[in-house]
């Protein structure tokens, strides 16, 4: 089973005097428990993507199914309900409540979903990312590190089937982008939930285990990364040119 199937999705902008195609045929599948990235450049439409796979943003055609349940056609409500139970985002800016706790930001979506996070969970969690001992530091004491590790808890929360990260270590020196990379691996080796990078970085990248290229709105190639960043840069050079 895929913890997400895309097929063929389209997506364009509309403006008064034009039509932008921003996105074009885009299918993958990425199977339950897999670590896979999507890179490219600057504007070749990874941000969009990630929008339409989270069912944020619609698609003008193709269809969309997170772990059996296909998106298309979903109300508001459903859409909001299945993000919240089946897919963690993970932000490039963390997007944390600065006046709760670490614990406390990480138990919010089980709070919104009407249900206290289990202690056992949330300990577990907290344990993954390495924050047990700062566990009642409110947010907005966090060092940028330390904010992110809080985000990537607070996506595993639910226990979704995906988790979907935007450029993820964009507001991270390299020593934090390091420790994230090592974070994420770690809990989708130990958690088994698949998730889904964006990035244009390779070494980040290369924690994934599959990368695929999309290059001015489609994707032009996938390759195994072999955890190398020269190995990825490599083949993301090859395969843009």
Do not use: W
């Amino acid at each position: 089973m895929y913890a997400l199937e895309a097929h063929h999705l389209s997506k364009s902008f509309h403006t008064d005097t034009q039509t932008i195609e921003v996105l074009r045929d885009i299918s993958l599948q990425i199977p339950e428990g897999a670590f896979h990235a999507v890179m490219g450049p600057s504007g070749a439409g990874k941000s969009t993507l990630l929008n339409l796979l989270s069912g944020l943003l619609p698609a003008d055609a193709g269809t969309l199914t997170v772990a059996g349940q296909t998106l298309n056609g979903l109300s508001d409500q459903a859409l909001t309900l299945l993000r919240r139970r089946s897919i963690g985002i993970i932000f490039q800016a963390f997007n944390l409540i600065p006046t709760l706790t670490v614990a406390e930001n990480i138990a919010l979506p089980a709070l919104l979903d009407g249900k206290p996070l289990p202690k056992a969970r949330l300990d577990q969690l907290l344990e993954g990312v390495g924050l047990t001992h700062r566990a009642n530091q409110i947010a907005e004491k966090l060092s940028g590190g330390e904010a992110q590790r809080t985000a990537i808890a607070r996506a595993f929360a639910m226990e979704p089937h995906i988790i979907l990260a935007d450029e993820p270590t964009g507001n991270l020196d390299s020593c934090s982008a390091k420790t994230f990379c090592e974070t994420l691996t770690h809990l989708n080796q130990t958690l088994g939930t698949a998730i889904l990078l964006i990035s244009h970085d390779a070494q980040v990248s290369a924690a994934a285990d599959t990368i695929h290229l999309l290059k001015d709105g489609a994707i032009c190639g996938s390759f195994e990364s072999q955890h190398d960043a020269s190995v990825v840069a490599t083949r993301y050079l090859e395969l843009m040119a």
